[in-house]
C-alpha cells in the first residue's frame, strides 16, 4: 500500500472546499507576517489576512506575477529563514532574471507525495520501472519525478537528458515500464531508436509521462503511434511546486486533474484580469495553500486554457484543466493576427508527410511582419521531387492560412537539420526582438 494520502481525490466538493479555506487562511496569515511582498502589497489594497472568510474573498487579493519573483530575487518572496530551506530550484533565466523557489523539508515530501498521485493517475505501481529522461538540476522536472517515484516504491532509472544511444540500451536491458521526459526529447529518442534498428513496440513501456513543454492532441497520436504506449500529459511549473500539480489519467486522457487539496485554481480574462466561469477559455492562475518555503497567491502562469469541474470515469472529483492551448507570452502577433505554436503544430501535424520538428521564424521586412514555418520532410517521404515538394509546401501554406487566418511562408527542410534539445524545444526565433 503507497504511504501517502490519495483519498482527497475523490471527496466531495464541500469537503475539500472546506479543507481549501482552512489551508488559504492558514497560508494568508503566515505570508503576511512573513514575506514583506505581500504585506506590502495587500495593506496598498486594504485587504488584511481576517477578510479572507471564503474561497470567493481569494478574488479580493492582488496577482503575483513572475516579474514580482524577479524583483524580489534571490530569496525575498521566501516564507521561512534560510536554514530550513534544504532545496533550491531556478528556471532557466532565458528572458530575464531566473526564477527561485525553495522548499522545506516538508516541501519535498509533499512533492513527493504529489508526483507519487501523478505517477498513479498514469497506471503506475510500485512494482513498475521508471525511465525519467526530465532533466537533472535546477530545472524541477528530473528530481521532482525522481522523488515521485521513490515514494511510490517504484524503482527510478536516473538517466535524465543526452546520452541517447545509450538511454535506447538501457531501454532494452534494463525493460523500464513507464517513461519520462519532455515530449520533443522523447522523439527525439524514437528517432535515435530508428536509427539503431530499436522498433518501440519491442520493448516494455505501457505509459509515457510527457510535460515541461505545450504539445498538442496531434502531438500525442504522434508519440503514441511512434512509441506503442499510452502518452500522459502532466504539467506544473516551478514557481507552483514543479511536476504534480495535474496530471491526466490513464483511464480518460480527458484532462489534467488539478490536485485540489494544495493548490487552488483558477481561469481570468487575460485583459480585464476578472475571474471567468468553468468551461470559458482563459489564462492559468494558481494558489499554493500547503508550501512552506515559497507559498504563491493567485500566480498568473500565462497559460491558456479552461477548466472542467465534472467528476472523472476513473473516480477523481478534482477538477480537470484542459491541455493548455498556449501561453499568453508565447502568443505571436503577426500583421494583426494572434497565433500560438501550439495552432501551428496542429496543422502541420494534419500531414503524415512531414515530421513532428518545426520551427517558426518571425522577421519584419520594409515594416511588415513575415512568418516562416521551417517543417522537417518526414524521411518515408523525402525524395528529389522538386515540384512534389513545392506542391506541399502551397498546400501547408493555404491550410496555416485556412485555419488561423495568417499568412505564413512554408519551407520543407530534410530531416535531422532542425535542432533536438535534451530539455524543452525551441519554437520561436523572433527576429524582431534582435
Not at 366 to 379: G, P
Request: glycine fraction near 8%; include cysteine; aromatic fraction near 8%.
Amino acid at each position: 500500500m503507497p504511504i501517502y494520502d490519495i483519498d482527497f481525490e475523490t471527496m466531495p466538493r464541500e469537503g475539500l472546499e472546506a479543507i481549501q479555506l482552512r489551508r488559504l487562511q492558514t497560508t494568508i496569515d503566515r505570508i503576511y507576517a512573513t514575506v514583506p511582498f505581500y504585506k506590502k502589497t495587500y495593506d496598498k489594497a486594504g485587504i488584511s489576512p481576517a477578510a479572507i472568510k471564503s474561497l470567493d474573498d481569494l478574488r479580493r487579493l492582488p496577482f503575483t506575477t513572475k516579474q514580482d519573483l524577479r524583483d524580489n530575487y534571490p530569496y525575498d518572496m521566501f516564507a521561512v529563514p534560510m536554514d530550513q530551506v534544504v532545496r533550491i530550484h531556478a528556471s532557466s533565466g532565458t528572458t530575464g532574471k531566473p526564477t527561485v523557489v525553495g522548499y522545506t523539508k516538508r516541501d519535498i515530501s509533499t512533492w513527493a507525495d504529489l508526483m507519487a498521485r501523478s505517477f498513479s493517475a498514469a497506471g503506475g505501481t510500485c512494482g513498475d520501472i521508471i525511465h525519467n529522461a526530465f532533466g537533472y538540476g535546477l530545472f524541477t522536472g528530473g528530481l521532482g519525478a525522481h522523488y515521485g517515484a521513490e515514494r511510490l516504491g517504484a524503482s527510478v532509472i536516473p538517466v535524465s537528458g543526452g546520452n541517447t544511444k545509450r538511454q535506447i540500451t538501457i531501454m532494452q536491458d534494463f525493460k523500464p515500464t513507464l517513461l519520462c521526459g519532455t515530449p520533443s526529447y522523447i522523439l527525439h529518442l524514437a528517432e535515435v531508436a530508428d536509427e539503431m534498428g530499436v522498433d518501440f513496440k519491442d520493448l516494455h513501456f505501457k505509459s509515457g509521462i510527457f510535460g515541461a513543454e505545450p504539445w498538442t492532441e496531434e502531438m500525442r497520436q504522434e508519440l503514441e503511434a511512434k512509441l506503442d504506449l499510452k502518452a500522459i500529459d502532466i504539467y506544473g511549473l516551478s514557481e507552483v511546486m514543479g511536476p504534480g500539480v495535474s496530471i491526466e489519467c490513464y483511464e480518460e486522457q480527458k484532462g489534467l486533474h488539478v490536485f485540489e487539496d494544495h493548490f487552488i485554481v483558477e481561469i481570468i480574462d487575460p485583459d480585464t484580469l476578472e475571474p471567468l466561469p468553468a468551461g470559458e477559455t482563459g489564462e492559468l492562475v494558481f494558489t499554493s495553500i500547503t508550501k512552506e518555503a515559497f507559498p504563491v497567491i493567485r500566480y498568473r502562469t500565462k497559460d491558456i486554457t479552461s477548466l472542467n469541474p465534472t467528476p472523472c470515469t476513473c473516480g477523481r472529483t478534482h477538477v480537470r484543466m484542459n491541455k493548455p492551448t498556449g501561453r499568453t507570452d508565447d502568443m505571436l502577433i503577426i500583421r494583426g493576427v494572434n497565433v500560438f505554436p501550439s495552432q501551428i503544430e496542429s496543422v502541420l501535424m494534419e500531414t503524415r508527410e512531414v515530421a513532428p520538428h518545426y520551427q517558426l521564424e518571425v522577421d519584419r521586412i520594409d515594416n511588415l511582419d513575415t512568418l516562416t514555418v521551417k517543417v522537417e520532410i518526414d524521411e518515408t517521404s523525402f525524395s528529389d521531387d522538386i515540384k512534389g515538394l513545392q506542391a506541399m509546401e502551397a498546400k501547408l501554406s493555404h491550410d496555416i492560412k485556412e485555419h488561423l487566418g495568417v499568412s505564413a511562408k512554408v519551407a520543407l527542410v530534410e530531416p535531422k537539420t532542425i535542432e533536438r534539445s535534451q530539455g524543452k524545444a525551441v519554437r520561436v526565433i523572433d527576429n524582431r526582438k534582435l
